[in-house]
């Protein structure tokens, strides 16, 4: 058996440096299983054999039947086999297994050296009797079973031919004799099963509880698989033993890949002034520094960021802490938080307060200047007028800001709720060209084919508008406005058409994000938050639509709202019903 387990036991470690870190657990527990049944057997053999041993000496030793020769030769010998089985232990321990033979050898020079200290004392007794059937059980179950069998053989033989030897066998002695014999024989055989019996017990329970670790492995492994946060985890040289999923996904690396690199070379990192010195990489820290060993190393949002294998750079944390092992840094382990989104937030949040701060400081400086002028001198209608004028213009922009940031909100939180109506394509052109001033409205021409459109109005009335007033805010005040409306394949396309400043490639990519604003010099002059397009995409999205747009800087831009018209179809069915 332990021949077999130990040569099967080699291989398993020179699998498992090959195999990935989650796995590695697994063949420590297939060492284990072997490790295990040894010192399971080595102890059968050991506590008894030393017990009977004793016993039999002290028994012979009592009753004056050994000489101080025989109880020498005993208690030699289990000090020999004693020995013996501590020098099998530690040789299996390194990969080498003591030949079965040798044991036979070393019993059945014991057997003969009992056989021939109780010639020289006279013949057989009980203490010759209990010796060798303690050395043949005692053998036993040391050896492998077809052994066995001869270590019993022996020590029978050795039994019976002292006593013929010394002419002891007569007709009273016989039955004892042959039972006597007859123990002695079978008391090896018997301890080879009996151990056998026993390792398999003990191995029926060490599967059971590979089983439970294995199962514990299994969750192990799905919850670092399954985890949003990377993890990785290195060896006391820094070198990959588990990577998890969402660091492959992360880093574009795969774990096969990165297993047995050194961390640094898989897990990128680079900070503000530039890439990492392997020498900060935070695994390494936690590894080496006497600073840092034992705490934990991160950073706050957006301050490291990890370089994928594409060179993509993404904002991260990393916590790394180190893996203590009799006081020594045997490992480290590491987890990378993306913190993409928090950055984004930071930077809205950031944008935001900036946008925000500037629109309102503009429109109430407005209010607060004209209303004490107001308030100052004495004016003229005209002149009153004119200062009213301002006022509510500069009132209507913070109320729009008011309206956009309520909008952004409801939206962000998707409490934002549709009431869709069956209306007139017209009459919501019409409404969002009402809501300009009397010289922007002259410069809007329409151009439409008329439609119905299951929509909440409101809402489209406010896309349009955004886009028909970013037509009139970025052009000419001497240029057009078309709106026009073509179908298609149960789709109505409405067009808003100027002939304005067009929009850089720069500001195109990022047209519908929020707080988006052109570095044009003439757009950054009028007033604007940058929310417009951002909430007229999402509302045209919610419809089943969308808003595509075609410019060119300098040569006028056309936005153009898709919508579904899905309503159409009931209104033509309750036209025809009749009555
Ligand atoms: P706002 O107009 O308040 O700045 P929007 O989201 O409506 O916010 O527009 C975002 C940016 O897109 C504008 O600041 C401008 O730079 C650009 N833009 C939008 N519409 C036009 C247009 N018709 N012509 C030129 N630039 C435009």
Request: charged residues 20%; contains cysteine.
């Amino acid at each position: 058996m332990t021949d077999r387990a130990i040569s099967a036991d080699i291989p398993t470690q020179k699998r498992a440096r090959r195999l990935p870190g989650s796995l590695r657990f697994f063949s420590t527990v297939e060492r284990l299983d072997t490790t295990v049944a040894l010192q399971v057997a080595t102890r059968i053999v050991a506590v008894p054999y030393m017990a009977a041993v004793t016993l039999a000496t002290a028994l012979a030793w009592k009753q004056s039947q050994v000489s101080w020769v025989g109880v020498l030769a005993v208690a030699g010998g289990g000090v020999l086999i004693a020995a013996a089985e501590v020098c099998r232990v530690f040789l299996l321990r390194r990969g080498r297994a003591v030949s079965p033979w040798l044991i036979l050898a070393v019993f059945v020079a014991l057997h003969l050296l009992v056989g021939i200290n109780a010639w020289n004392s006279g013949g057989i007794d009980g203490g010759l009797w209990l010796s060798l059937t303690v050395l043949s059980s005692v053998g036993g179950a040391l050896l492998p079973m077809r052994l066995s069998v001869t270590n019993g053989a022996s020590g029978m033989m050795v039994f019976l031919g002292t006593s013929a030897a010394h002419g002891q066998i007569d007709r009273m002695r016989a039955p004892t004799l042959v039972l006597g014999a007859a123990i002695i024989a079978l008391g090896s055989p018997t301890a080879s099963v009996f151990r056998d019996v026993i390792v398999r017990e003990a191995g029926r329970r060490l599967r059971q509880q590979v089983a439970q670790l294995e199962l514990f492995n299994l969750m192990l492994t799905a919850v670092i698989q399954s985890m949003t946060e990377g993890l990785v985890a290195c060896d006391g040289a820094g070198r990959v033993e588990l990577w998890n999923r969402r660091l492959e996904s992360l880093t574009g690396i795969p774990e096969l890949e990165a297993v047995g690199k050194p961390v640094w070379e898989v897990l990128k990192l680079a900070d503000r002034h530039g890439m990492q010195d392997e020498r900060e990489h935070p695994c390494v820290l936690a590894l080496d520094g006497p600073v840092f060993r034992g705490s934990v190393l991160g950073g706050s949002p957006g301050e490291i960021s990890l370089i994928s294998a594409t060179g993509e750079s993404i904002p991260v944390t990393v916590t790394a802490a180190p893996l203590m092992r009799d006081g020594q840094a045997a490992g480290v382990v590491a987890v990378v938080v993306d913190v993409s989104r928090e950055r984004e937030l930071a930077q809205t949040r950031d944008a935001l307060v900036s946008m925000v701060s500037h629109e309102l400081r503009t429109p109430l400086t407005m209010i607060v200047g004209f209303s004490e002028l107001l308030l100052a001198g004495e004016f003229d209608k005209e002149q009153v007028e004119e200062c009213a004028s301002e006022i509510l213009y500069a009132a209507n922009r913070l109320s729009g800001l008011v309206d956009d940031l309520l909008s952004t909100a409801a939206l962000e939180r998707g409490s934002l709720q549709l009431n869709k109506r069956l209306v007139a394509l017209s009459s919501l052109v019409d409404q969002s060209v009402a809501s300009f001033g009397p010289e922007e409205r002259k410069r809007v021409e329409t151009r439409l084919e008329e439609s119905y459109l299951l929509v909440d109005p409101d809402r489209i009335t406010q896309v349009l508008a955004n886009l028909i007033g970013n037509a009139l805010k970025y052009s000419d005040k001497s240029t057009k406005v078309e709106v026009r409306s073509r179908r298609q394949n149960g789709y109505v396309s409405i067009d808003v058409v100027d002939q304005g400043y067009g929009i850089d490639e720069a500001t195109l990519s990022n047209l519908f994000t929020m707080f988006t604003r052109s570095s044009d010099e003439r757009v950054r002059k009028i007033p604007g938050t940058g929310l417009g397009l951002h909430i007229a995409k999402r509302l045209t999205e919610m419809h089943g639509g969308d808003i595509e747009v075609t410019t060119r800087k300098g040569g006028g831009s056309t936005f153009t709202v898709v919508l579904p018209l899905e309503g159409e179809a009931a209104l033509q069915t309750e036209n025809e019903a009749p009555g």
